[in-house]
Structure formats: C-alpha cells, structure tokens
C-alpha cells in the first residue's frame, strides 16, 4: 500500500467548498498541513496505533550464521501471529517454506543487548509489511490491521498478605511478563492507576469477584472497551490457579485454569484477548468489488474534518486510496479503494469514536457515517 507522509499529504489535498455557516478560504488551505496534524491527534478513537508489527525480537546464542537464520524463523513467527491474531497461522499452506527463507527476506537485522543475565543477547528483524501481507493473503489467513483497541486489565493476587492488585509495586515480573506476552501478540495493554478514584471504585475484594457490573464501572474512566479482569493464587505444589473474565465490547467470556504454571495461566488470559479481539477486526482478502467501496460522511464542517478522515482512511493496511467523489453541504461522499468489502471494513472504521454509523453496512453495501466533532 502506498502511503503519503501527513504533511504531504495534506499538501496535495483539492480545495474544498462548504455548506452556509463553515468558512474554508486559502488561509485554511496554507494551513491545511498544521489543521491535519491537530485534528488527527484530538480524534478520539477506540483503538491505537500498534507499533512494530513487521518486526520480531528473539534471544540468541552466539552470532553464528546458523543462530541466525533460526532466530530470523522466530522473529518471523513472531510478525505473522501478530499480523494474523492467531497462532493457526502457523500451520497455514506455504507458511512453513516461507519462515525457511526468513533471513533472506528479512529487510534488516541487528543485534541488541537485553536485561536478561541468562539470555543477554538477541536479534530483531524487520519485515516488508507488503511481502507479510502478500504471504498471508495467499495462504488465506486474515489481516488485523495496526489500528487495534486496547485492554485494560484488572488482576487480583491472593497473597499471604491479602487479596491484591497485581501492579508494578506488587508483582513486578508478573506485570514484566504480561506486557511481554501482550506486545507479541501486538494488542495494546492498559493497567488501571490504582490511585483514589480507582480505590472508592473497586477494592480487590470486589474485583476477586469478577463482577462484570463493578468492572465495568470502575472502567468507565478509562474509556475502553475492552476489560480483562482476573483472578489468581498459588497452591502448596508451586502449581496456580485462577479464572479469568473478558469483558469485550459485545459479550463476556470467561476461562477457568486447571493447577497450571503461572506463565501458562498468563498466556491463557493473553490468547483470550488475542483471538477473540482477531476474530472480530482481522479480515481476510475478500471479494472487494474493483469499483471500490461507497462511503458516506455527513456533518464534514470544515477542511480540518475533511482532511482528517481522508488520512485517518487511508492509514488503514486495508484501504489503499480514499477518493473523494462529491462534496455537497456537509456531505462527504467517498470511494474507497480497499481489500475488503463494505462490511467488514465496518468493523475497523468504527473504531474511530468520531464516525458514527447511520446504516448497518451489511445491510445497505455502502458505508454511512456521521463525523462528531
């Protein structure tokens, strides 16, 4: 996909003329470039930008040519969970020979020094996002593009002390280990500030209930639709166990974990996350009509509205050009050019808080928001 950096963009955008009641003269087109940047970081949205999803990290050995190419493999690994949302992947047609060519295909690599004594060096490799995408649609996985909503987590620890919240100051290598795990698998993780407002809210006691009402609620400062509340203890044997509740933005899903190790319940409430968050916002290549898609926008009041949704749009992996059609009053009528079709580009659009939708895309074949301001 061919993407523009913001200033340029904006740069090159055609004069645009509004209903009574908006003002776009030269002025707003000069500072097209500056109204752009602003109104793309004030835009509310219920998801983040995913960093490094092309690139993978492993520990490695020594420097040899061999220990290379098997980290390359990994890091490859690594990229495809991540791009995909799921581990199925990996056992994908033409996924095995491809992660045998990792090192030739890798853009760059380079070594790096880690914080771990017993693993001290590792190797990060960088991928072309167009040869993981191309390999990915031919193998028919699906694609979760950067865009992904974030997680906020409620653990509680029955301790010797007590029931408490797992956080930094309380369970600092649990907490290590959860970012780790959730950065793999490339969904943002959020920790609640435990601060007053979070104490009056809920009480450990509270959350070692996984009460969805009392979670929710105590969320609701954080703006997120995605909660993930846990709870866990530690048994004579070493062995822990625990339950896990998902509260995502349609239902709820828990998870009860057998005696386990404690890496292995954290990697069950991560993979929770993962492969439900992937099944509903990675789509794959489908039947994307060659016209493109129709998109409606009502409410586009200004050149910093209209600027804003065509570069918000055309960030999304799956959407290669947002062409403008016809603009009349405050309507924006749009052609995207994608690699999905209306309905499942809903999913993703949506999670902008700013384009409210006005018909249900499967139903209608088009896309019709509204732009809050």
């Known amino acids: ?22 003002l776009v003269t030269n002025l707003f087109v000069r500072a097209g470039a500056l109204l752009l940047l602003m109104a793309v970081l004030a835009a509310p949205l219920r998801a983040e930008l995913v960093k490094d999803l092309y690139s993978g990290q492993t520990p490695v050995s ?16 690594q990229v495809l969970v991540k791009v995909s949302g799921s581990t199925e992947v990996l056992g994908l047609p033409g996924i095995a020979e491809a992660l045998e060519d990792a090192l030739a295909q890798s853009r760059q690599f380079s070594y790096a020094r880690t914080d771990d004594p017993e693993q001290p060096l590792a190797a990060r490799f960088e991928f072309s996002q167009r040869w993981v995408s191309g390999l990915l649609n031919a193998a028919g996985a699906p694609l979760w593009t950067a865009n992904r909503p974030a997680v906020l987590l409620w653990l509680v620890q029955d301790t010797p ?13 649990l907490v290590r280990r959860l970012e780790r ?28 209930s996984l009460n969805e009402v009392s979670l929710r609620q105590a969320s609701q400062r ?25 509260l995502s933005a349609r239902e709820r899903i828990d998870r009860s974990a057998s005696p386990e190790p404690v890496d292995a319940f ?14 509903r916002y990675a789509v794959a290549a489908s039947g994307a009509p060659a016209s493109g898609v129709a998109m ?22 799956l959407i290669d050009h947002a062409n403008v059609e ?3 009053g405050n309507r924006l009528q749009l052609r995207l050019l994608a690699q999905a079709d209306a309905s499942q580009l809903a999913s993703i659009i949506e999670l902008n808080r700013r384009l409210v939708p006005v018909t249900t895309a499967a139903v209608s074949g088009e896309l019709n928001y509204q732009w809050q301001n």
Not at 181 to 208: C, H, I, K, M, N
């Open 1 to 22: 996909m061919r993407r523009l950096p913001l200033l340029r963009r904006a740069a090159t955008m055609p004069p645009v003329a509004f209903s009574r009641g908006t």
């Open 62 to 77: 020594d420097r040899s040519q061999a220990e290379l190419g098997r980290a390359a493999r990994e890091a490859l690994s």
């Open 161 to 173: 002390e007590g029931r408490q919240f797992v956080n930094r100051e309380t369970a600092p290598e």
């Open 181 to 208: 795990d959730f950065e793999a698998r490339g969904v943002p993780l959020r920790f609640p500030l435990y601060d007053l407002t979070d104490a009056a809210a809920l009480s450990p006691g509270q959350a070692w």
């Open 222 to 246: 954080y703006r997120v639709d995605e909660i993930l509340a846990g709870r866990l203890s530690q048994l004579s044997g070493g062995l822990w166990l625990g339950d896990w509740a998902y």
């Open 266 to 279: 954290l990697d069950a409430g991560v993979a929770l996350v993962a492969e439900d968050m992937a099944a």
């Open 296 to 317: 409606r926008v009502s409410n586009v009041r200004s050149y910093a509205d209209y600027a804003a949704i065509v570069s918000w749009l055309e960030g999304l992996e």
């Open 326 to 328: 016809h603009i009349s």
